[in-house]
């Protein structure tokens, strides 16, 4: 058997709990002669990758359990079998340590996946999002993230250099794990949103006239494409016009625009053009607004949407403000497929 392939079966052994104490001793002997650490780290990191946790944050009984496998390694002779070889393992400890144990401390191997994936490039991971459907991911780093209808997400398989960056198209609610030497940022076609540990929700849809950034925990800084740059605190929310490029910052009920992330939707005097749109992303529906002279979209709606259905929603809206609602039922076609509902609201006719 080749040395390198010595070796590898016998860290696997070790790692696996099965190493016998001449095995042990075999490759202490091997380690120390050989001198280079780069084999190890690989079936090292092989091992971890074959975890439940990779590309994941790492559970604590996983963890627990690891660390629990090397204390049972390191403990002292009088504590184990008092044979020649782990004898002779406790009295070479710190030398057989920096080379087995210290890449599973030191960030739950963190430092060696860093190294060995360094040296291939990242591959951009997308998600979307279908409409009336949400989804939560979890990214490289930790951070959390709720996608909203009709959301695209692009991120990288793992994260690199000095920064985190992702791209958005879309509308979601982000935890971003904290570390501020390595900013996190949100990259959308108004600007970039850039953090450093925080809770906020960012809207972006490409057919939307306006973005906006509204802030429930931390701190953020939203940077446009025009060089502006605003720093938002929490229960601020920035407003971005992409017609004309203006920055609207104010204060906001956070609430209203986190809500979506537990099923719920939150309607504050707000037009019906934007219920009507909000509703057509949350039910996958088709809505029309019949107004030919614009006032149906102005006309301002409260209500929270958290069980109801669609038709539950519109019959609600057009009889508060006396409006007409008309209905295309559900079509059944040879080939199987079904036409979604239709909807038209519209004023009553005179």
């Given at each position: 058997m080749k040395k390198e392939d010595e070796i590898t079966t016998l860290i696997q052994k070790y790692?696996?709990?099965s190493c016998s104490a001449e095995e042990l001793d075999e490759l202490i002997h091997l380690l120390n002669k050989d001198g280079d650490h780069q084999q190890v780290e690989g079936v090292l990191y092989s091992h971890w990758k074959n975890k439940s946790s990779y590309k994941n944050e790492l559970e604590k009984e996983e963890l627990d359990e690891m660390l629990a496998l090397i204390h049972?390694?390191?403990?002292?002779?009088?504590?184990?079998?008092?044979?020649p070889i782990l004898r002779s393992l406790k009295n070479r400890f710190?030398?057989?340590?920096?080379?087995?144990?210290?890449?599973?401390?030191?960030?739950?191997?963190?430092?060696?996946?860093?190294?060995?994936?360094?040296?291939?490039?990242?591959?951009?991971?997308?998600?979307?999002?279908?409409?009336?459907?949400?989804?939560?991911?979890?990214l490289p780093d930790g951070t959390e993230v709720w996608q909203n209808a009709g959301t695209v997400l692009r991120y990288p398989s793992y994260f690199s250099g000095k920064s985190r960056e992702i791209e958005l198209i879309g509308e979601a609610y982000f935890h971003v794990v904290s570390d501020e030497n390595n900013p996190f940022y949100v990259q959308t076609k108004?600007?970039?949103?850039?953090?450093?540990?925080?809770?906020?929700?960012?809207?972006?849809?490409?057919?939307?006239?306006?973005?906006?950034?509204?802030?429930?925990?931390?701190?953020?800084?939203?940077?446009?494409?025009?060089?502006?740059?605003?720093?938002?605190?929490?229960a601020e929310q920035l407003v971005y016009t992409k017609q004309t490029g203006a920055l609207v910052k104010q204060k906001v009920d956070v609430e209203k625009y986190t809500a979506w992330t537990e099923g719920k939707l939150i309607f504050r005097n707000d037009p019906l053009a934007e219920v009507v749109q909000r509703l057509e992303r949350w039910f996958h529906a088709d809505i029309e607004l019949l107004d030919p002279d614009g006032s149906l979209a102005k006309h301002t709606f409260t209500l929270t949407i958290e069980h109801e259905t669609l038709p539950q929603v519109l019959n609600y809206i057009t009889q508060a403000a006396d409006l007409s609602l008309e209905t295309?039922?559900?079509?059944?076609?040879?080939?199987?497929?079904?036409?979604?509902?239709?909807?038209?609201?519209?004023?009553?006719?005179?």
């Amino acid at each position: 058997m080749k040395k390198e392939d010595e070796i590898t079966t016998l860290i696997q052994k070790y790692l696996e709990d099965s190493c016998s104490a001449e095995e042990l001793d075999e490759l202490i002997h091997l380690l120390n002669k050989d001198g280079d650490h780069q084999q190890v780290e690989g079936v090292l990191y092989s091992h971890w990758k074959n975890k439940s946790s990779y590309k994941n944050e790492l559970e604590k009984e996983e963890l627990d359990e690891m660390l629990a496998l090397i204390h049972q390694q390191m403990v002292p002779a009088k504590t184990r079998s008092k044979t020649p070889i782990l004898r002779s393992l406790k009295n070479r400890f710190v030398r057989v340590a920096a080379v087995l144990f210290i890449p599973l401390l030191l960030g739950t191997l963190w430092l060696t996946v860093d190294k060995l994936q360094s040296k291939q490039p990242a591959t951009m991971v997308e998600l979307e999002t279908p409409s009336g459907s949400k989804i939560k991911t979890t990214l490289p780093d930790g951070t959390e993230v709720w996608q909203n209808a009709g959301t695209v997400l692009r991120y990288p398989s793992y994260f690199s250099g000095k920064s985190r960056e992702i791209e958005l198209i879309g509308e979601a609610y982000f935890h971003v794990v904290s570390d501020e030497n390595n900013p996190f940022y949100v990259q959308t076609k108004a600007g970039k949103v850039k953090v450093t540990g925080t809770r906020f929700n960012l809207s972006a849809y490409e057919e939307d006239a306006y973005s906006s950034v509204v802030l429930e925990e931390g701190e953020v800084v939203f940077l446009s494409g025009k060089g502006q740059e605003v720093r938002l605190v929490p229960a601020e929310q920035l407003v971005y016009t992409k017609q004309t490029g203006a920055l609207v910052k104010q204060k906001v009920d956070v609430e209203k625009y986190t809500a979506w992330t537990e099923g719920k939707l939150i309607f504050r005097n707000d037009p019906l053009a934007e219920v009507v749109q909000r509703l057509e992303r949350w039910f996958h529906a088709d809505i029309e607004l019949l107004d030919p002279d614009g006032s149906l979209a102005k006309h301002t709606f409260t209500l929270t949407i958290e069980h109801e259905t669609l038709p539950q929603v519109l019959n609600y809206i057009t009889q508060a403000a006396d409006l007409s609602l008309e209905t295309s039922g559900v079509e059944s076609f040879d080939d199987s497929s079904i036409q979604s509902a239709q909807y038209r609201i519209s004023k009553h006719k005179n």
